[in-house]
């Protein structure tokens, strides 16, 4: 678990910010529901080994750097007129 929140923190640090959280949040989330199905420990450590995967591939990619919207720029409008 103190591997996965300093993956966190490193994801979050690379630009993810909040996104960062959603691997551990889904992750422990759906590794306790099903752990507790069949009272097995497999599921617990697959969801384990995904966050790992997620968190390493959001640190190694980093976020790329949001640009204004060129929607927001504004454009000529040509007007017709009726002959």
Known sequence: ???ELVLTLFAWRKG???????P??????????FAGIDNSLVPAIMADVLI??????MIVVGRKPQT???AAQPQEVTRQTAA
Do not use: C, D, E
């Open 52 to 57: 790992y995967a997620t968190l390493i591939t």
């Open 16 to 22: 993810w910010g909040p996104i960062a959280l959603l």
């Open 68 to 70: 204004p919207a060129q």
């Open 24 to 33: 551990l949040a889904v992750g422990v989330t759906a590794g306790v529901f």
């Open 1 to 3: 678990m103190l591997i």
